[in-house]
C-alpha cells in the first residue's frame, strides 16, 4: 500500500516562494501520474498541477499557471511542486496523489499560508 507524506509548507508573505515535496513508498509511484491538489478552508478539494508518469505531459490550473512548476523524480519516489509568486488566495491545505478514479489514500497534507 502506498503511503504519501508531503513537507515543505509554511507561512510565507505574499510574491514569495515554496518548494513542496511528496514522498511515496511503494513500488507504483512511477507508473502513474501524479498531482498536486489543494484544499483552502471551506472548498472542496481542486487539483492544482499534474505531471505524467515519465514527466512529460504536465498540466496546470488557470488559477496558478506561470507561477507553480511541478516536477518528479521516480528514483526517489518524489514528486515536488515549486510554488513562486504566492497570494493570499494560494493558502490551503497541499495534497499530493493520483490523478484519477482510484487513487491512493490521502496524506497529511501540507499547510501552506500566504500572509503579509
Known amino acids: 500500500q502506498v503511503q504519501l507524506v508531503e513537507s515543505g509548507g509554511g507561512l510565507v508573505q505574499p510574491g514569495g516562494s515554496l518548494r513542496l515535496s511528496c514522498a511515496a513508498s511503494?513500488?507504483?509511484?512511477?507508473?502513474?501520474?501524479m498531482g498536486w491538489y489543494r484544499q483552502a478552508p471551506g472548498k472542496e478539494r481542486e487539483l492544482v498541477a499534474s505531471?505524467?508518469?515519465?514527466?512529460?505531459?504536465?498540466s496546470y490550473a488557470d488559477s496558478v499557471k506561470g507561477r507553480f512548476t511541478i516536477s518528479r523524480d521516480n528514483a526517489k519516489n518524489t514528486v515536488y511542486l515549486q510554488m513562486n509568486s504566492l497570494k493570499p488566495e494560494d493558502t490551503a491545505v497541499y495534497y499530493c496523489?493520483?490523478?484519477?478514479?482510484?487513487?491512493?489514500?490521502w496524506g497529511q497534507g501540507t499547510q501552506v499560508t500566504v500572509s503579509s
Open positions: 496523489n493520483k490523478v484519477g478514479l482510484v487513487q491512493y489514500g
Open positions: 511503494g513500488r507504483t509511484f512511477s507508473i502513474n501520474t
Open positions: 505531471i505524467s508518469s515519465g514527466g512529460r505531459t504536465l
